[in-house]
Each structure stands twice: as structure tokens, then as C-alpha cells.
């Protein structure tokens, strides 16, 4: 009996990736690498071979793509459904389907699936997702796009998959220069992106430049829907300077002439560090956008010392994704180790299998940080079942902020007790925002509605008040876009009593200065 354990257990434990995956498996599916820079045609180029098939597919790295590739499809009279974590649009009719990355359907076969910004298999936190998908789409023809640092893990997937493998490079349409020079404020011209790393950058240079200039902006914090109203009344002249956040670097296609980088580092989560050439590279690339400007030109907010990192790292070798590539625990290997550990403890479960699962092919098990962040809560909060856990732990939802942590522990709560639970708007809202704090609670509260339709479609008997919430959230999207035409004031200000006597002794401090000087 122990032995048969232990070599259950070892079955578990050593697992070949593409055996998971056994419709795709059966197809005779053929790999297509459709590589190059932003502004190469390539994701054109792929969408075109989308439309012209039968039946298909298309895997997007945001809600935002996937609904651009929908409205593409019904544009070209090409009838198609859309899903996403929050929504899901069907047509009885269609044979096309546009969907984030995480929502594929590994039961449905089709002729083509495309599966866009390939080298996010590199990504920390959803990497999986992409390798996921290049293993076990259930397509003959899988077209993936992305950029070069991609293509040695690309082969080395297609070597262990043994699927032919075919790669169409394409060429950047347009020039782009790096110019000689920092740009002052004031020599600003209409078509530039300014490139901060905060929301709280963005917000303070649209406070400056708004005086002068008719500004867009755009953040992560933003929801799609507000990303799109900023970035359409950019692109049709409404507005003639942006400023945004990294947010700008994957899939909005905007008629920018220069871009300018107000600094060069950026904060990881970690730690504040310099920017690597694979993060200017693919932000650069969104300048001179192929019909609008024949030269992109790329530089630097006021700082020469800004401007040579940006520089030097523009020209550099973007480095090659290596492997291995990580690979999520699926719910039938949760249950599986639940039950060799003889623990409903997701975190320990979590963990064991980061440290103990083997893969095949060029691949390591791995643990998304959230999803650890979560099994703590669920397993210290609650007693409902593993796989319900599992669910919560695989949320699309950081839980830093505290409006979005309460209602997740309010959610969580209420289905471990098997209640509904109503959606509610506990944030006030006026005309616009006063200032950026009653923003901020307007786009955390979006966040909340986003949390509350995907547990939605995981838990639809607890969570019936679906269409309260979208109604909720296109009003305060609606207030989101309004508030950001408007000059809002800055973040407020809250001093302490202690924080009032040392500005007090800094200005006494500072007029004896003035009396000594």
C-alpha cells in the first residue's frame, strides 16, 4: 500500500505539459511565428488570417484587445462572441471568438487561433497563460505574434511539442530617431506621448499642461472603457498631448509623432530601478504610428542624463527570454495533492507544488504571488471547500487597496455561508471629482464591479446582481471620463498635528536662514 502511494504520488509529481492537452494532441496543428517590432504589420497581418478562416480564435493580453478584435471582426461583417473575465457576448451564429488570453476554451476546435504578445510567456504573474495556450490550443493553425526576444523559446517549445514550426518576419514599417536633444517644456509639440511611471506622475503633468495643451491620459488603474474614451479622443484630435504611464506599451494603436520620457526609472513592486531595453524598446515603438507619421522620434523630458539611458538602452540587444517557462497548478492537481498531504490548506498545497512538481519540455511550476497572497486569507478566513478556494485564489484582482480587500473578504465570507450577495455602491459620486483621492475611490470602486462580474460567471447562484453592476460601472466610468477632461486639483494633503509643528519649525528655521543670509 505504501509503495502504491509513493508511486502515485510520483506519477503526480512528474508530469509531461502536453499530455494535460489530449484534443490538441489529436489535431495535426501547425506552429506559425509571426515576429517583429511594434508597427510591423504583424498582428495586422495575423487578424487578416483570422477573417478569412472558417472558424476561430483570437487570445488577446487585455479585455481592451479582445474588444478591439471583436469590433474588428463585426466591422468586416464577420459575425463573432466575445468573453472575458467580466463578460460574455455570444452569438448563436458566430464562428469567432475574441477572448483574453485566460479564457481560452481547450474543448473547442477551430482552424486558427491567434495568439497575440507572445513574449508575455516571460511574464512573472500570467505567463502561464500564454504557454498554456501554445500547448494546448485545440487549433490546426496556431499564429502567434511577438517580438524577437521571443523566438528562441518559441523553437525550443515547438522541439518539445515536435510541431512543425514556421516563422514570417516582418520589418518595422516606419523610421524611428532618437533625438540629439532633451526637450523643455515648453517646446512640447502636438502628437507627443509623455511617458511617467505613476499615476500620480500622470496626474501632476496633466495639472502642469493642461494650461497650455488639450491632454489625454492613461493609466493602469483606468478601466478598459476609460482607456478607450482617453485614447479615442486623442486619436481623433480632440485632445493633442498624452500622458501615461507603461500602461501605452501593449496594443493601443495612437497617432504619436514623438515620445518623451520624464524619467528612466520605475518601480517594480520591489524596488525603484532603471528601465531595461525591453521596457523603452516596446514603449519607443509606439511613436510614428505607419498612416499618421512618417518618423517617430523618441527623447527626454528636460534631463540629458534621462535622455542617454533612454538611449543606450533603445540601442541595445533586447535580451532572449530563456527558459524555463512556468506553468500553474490545475485544479485536479490541487485536489490530488490535497489529498497525498492530507490538507485543505491551499498555501501549503500551493507551495508544495512550486517546490516538488517536475515538467517535461522546458518548464518549471510556479506560484503567482497573488494567488499566495490570497490562499492566506481563505485558509486563516473561511472553511469553504478547496476548490472553491482555488477560485478565489485565481482572481484577476490585486488586493492592495482597501476597498477592494473588504469587499473581498465580504465575498468571500457570504459564499461560505451561502448567501447572495447584492452588489452596492458605497462611494459617493458628484459631477466630477474634487480632487485625485475621490478619483482614485471612483477607479478602485470599478476595480470592485470587475472583481464582482468575474466571481459572477465562477459562482453565478451567489452573485445574481450582475446587471446592477455594469449599469453602476458605465456611471462611473462616465464620471471617471469627465473628471479627467476637468483640471481636478492634487491629491489632498493630510497633516497631522505633528506634521503642522515641523512645518511650522522648517518655516521658522528657514526665516532665520533668510535673517542670518
Not at 268 to 278: H, T, V
Not at 307 to 335: G, R
Not at 469 to 491: C, G, Q, V
Not at 498 to 512: F, L
Request: charged share 25%; with cysteine; proline share 3%.
Amino acid at each position: 500500500m505504501q509503495n502504491n502511494w509513493k508511486e502515485q504520488l510520483h506519477t503526480l509529481l512528474n508530469c509531461d505539459l502536453k499530455s494535460l492537452y489530449p484534443l490538441a494532441r489529436s489535431l495535426k496543428r501547425e506552429l506559425y511565428f509571426f515576429v517583429g517590432p511594434t508597427n510591423s504589420g504583424k498582428t495586422y497581418a495575423a487578424m487578416q488570417e483570422l477573417q478569412n478562416s472558417h472558424c476561430g480564435t483570437y487570445l488577446a493580453p487585455l479585455r481592451l484587445l479582445a474588444l478591439e478584435g471583436y469590433e474588428t471582426l463585426l466591422q468586416n461583417n464577420i459575425k463573432a462572441s466575445l468573453i472575458t473575465g467580466e463578460e460574455q457576448i455570444f452569438d448563436e451564429e458566430s464562428a469567432h471568438i475574441c477572448s483574453t488570453i485566460e479564457m481560452i476554451d481547450f474543448n473547442m476546435d477551430v482552424d486558427v487561433c491567434v495568439i497575440d504578445e507572445v513574449q508575455m510567456l516571460s511574464d512573472e504573474d500570467r505567463g502561464w497563460a500564454w504557454v498554456n495556450a501554445i500547448v494546448g490550443s485545440p487549433a490546426k493553425k496556431i499564429i502567434m505574434t511577438g517580438s524577437v526576444n521571443a523566438l528562441d523559446a518559441i523553437k525550443k517549445i515547438a522541439l518539445y511539442l515536435d510541431e512543425p514550426l514556421h516563422i514570417k518576419k516582418f520589418k518595422r514599417i516606419n523610421e524611428l530617431k532618437m533625438l540629439n536633444r532633451p526637450t523643455a517644456m515648453k517646446e512640447i509639440k502636438p502628437y507627443t506621448a509623455l511617458i511617467a511611471f505613476s499615476r500620480n506622475e500622470v496626474l501632476k503633468y496633466k495639472q502642469k499642461l493642461s494650461k497650455f495643451y488639450n491632454v489625454s491620459v492613461l493609466y493602469g488603474n483606468l478601466s478598459p472603457e476609460v482607456r478607450k474614451e482617453e485614447a479615442k479622443r486623442f486619436r481623433t484630435g480632440k485632445t493633442n498631448l498624452l500622458i501615461a504611464t507603461d500602461a501605452i506599451a501593449m496594443g493601443l494603436n495612437l497617432p504619436i509623432k514623438t515620445i518623451l520620457f520624464t524619467t528612466d526609472t520605475k518601480f517594480d513592486g520591489i524596488s525603484q530601478r532603471k528601465l531595461i531595453a525591453n521596457e523603452v524598446i516596446q514603449i519607443a515603438g509606439r511613436a510614428g504610428r505607419y498612416g499618421h507619421h512618417e518618423i517617430g522620434y523618441i527623447g527626454a523630458l528636460n534631463s540629458r542624463k534621462i535622455l542617454n539611458h533612454i538611449k543606450s538602452q533603445f540601442e541595445s540587444p533586447i535580451p532572449t527570454i530563456k527558459p524555463p517557462f512556468s506553468v500553474k497548478a490545475t485544479t485536479f492537481q490541487i485536489d490530488e495533492l490535497s489529498n497525498h498531504l492530507k490538507t485543505k490548506s491551499l498555501h501549503k498545497i500551493l507551495n508544495y507544488f512550486a517546490n516538488n512538481m517536475k515538467f517535461s519540455g522546458p518548464f518549471k511550476a510556479a506560484n503567482l504571488k497573488s494567488m499566495l497572497q490570497i490562499s492566506k486569507l481563505l485558509d486563516s478566513s473561511t472553511t469553504m471547500k478547496l476548490e472553491e478556494k482555488f477560485l478565489f485564489a485565481q482572481a484577476p484582482v490585486s488586493i492592495n487597496a482597501t476597498i477592494i480587500k473588504s469587499a473581498f473578504m465580504f465575498y468571500i465570507k457570504s459564499v461560505q455561508n451561502n448567501k447572495p450577495v447584492e452588489y452596492k455602491l458605497l462611494t459617493k459620486i458628484g459631477k466630477i471629482a474634487k480632487d485625485e483621492f475621490e478619483l482614485l475611490k471612483a477607479e478602485d470602486e470599478v476595480k470592485k464591479i470587475s472583481l464582482y462580474l468575474w466571481l459572477s460567471y465562477k459562482f453565478p447562484v451567489h452573485f445574481k446582481d450582475t446587471q446592477k453592476a455594469i449599469d453602476t460601472r458605465t456611471k462611473l466610468n462616465l464620471f471617471i471620463e469627465k473628471s479627467l477632461k476637468a483640471n481636478i486639483k492634487p491629491k489632498r494633503q493630510i497633516r497631522t498635528a505633528n506634521s503642522n509643528k515641523n512645518h511650522k519649525n522648517r518655516r521658522s528655521t528657514n526665516s532665520r536662514k533668510r535673517k542670518f543670509n
